[in-house]
């Protein structure tokens, strides 16, 4: 097996696990928050009793959800795209203009991964509201997700470029590109 052969592999399969704990830790996130909501609503109207770090956990969690599943949503054709100028470019014109957006996308993304460290260290020392946590936990969502997002980018970047990512509908029924 060639060198190149078997680093596709080991690409390919990161790749995989990559995937799989992103949807699996998302799929998480969102049974809690249900939970933790559901739980809430029947405790309080109930019991007249109130779980009071249950809608503060319910937040941060979904600001967790959201950040990590919005490289996700790119690679699975999910995010709003203003194809138009591209599409009306020639071809090779398209192909520079991909260049340049992808570029410009994996910029913000370091620039985000960076400045959202520095504002999670930051803050670190505060606490929140309820939970008494380190206010810097929710706030890791912004580079970690932003750091989640640029690999994904990294790994579909060739599709992206050539017009490759996968659209919802194939999603949804179980259609694999190849």
């Keep these: 097996m060639a ?13 995989r696990i990559l995937l799989a704990g992103n949807r699996g830790l ?11 909501v559901f739980a809430n609503v029947v405790s309080r109207y109930m019991f007249n009793y109130s779980i ?14 959201t950040f990590l599943g919005a490289g996700l949503a790119m690679r699975e054709g999910r995010h ?15 192909r520079t203009a991909r260049v340049i957006v992808l570029a410009s996308i994996l910029a913000f ?20 509201p309820v939970m008494n946590i ?25 599709d992206y470029l050539h017009k490759r990512v996968e659209a919802p ?5 179980g259609a694999e590109d190849e």
Excluded: C, K
Aim: charged letters at 10%; hydrophobic letters at 60%.
């Design 134 to 158: 380190p206010t810097g936990i929710p706030y890791l969502a912004v580079p970690i997700g932003a750091a989640l997002f640029f690999v994904h980018m990294v790994f579909i970047s060739r």
């Design 3 to 15: 060198t190149g052969e078997s680093e596709g592999g080991v690409a390919a399969t990161v790749e």
């Design 52 to 65: 009071i770090w249950a809608e503060e956990l319910s937040q941060y969690l979904m600001v967790w959800i």
């Design 80 to 94: 709003v795209a203003v194809e138009m100028l591209q599409d009306a470019l020639p071809q090779p014109l398209a």
């Design 169 to 173: 509908e194939s999603i949804e029924t």
């Design 109 to 128: 993304l370091a620039t985000l991964v960076v400045l959202g460290a520095m504002f999670a260290n930051f803050a670190w020392e505060q606490e929140t």
């Design 26 to 36: 998302i799929i998480a996130m969102m049974a809690v928050m249900v939970a933790l």
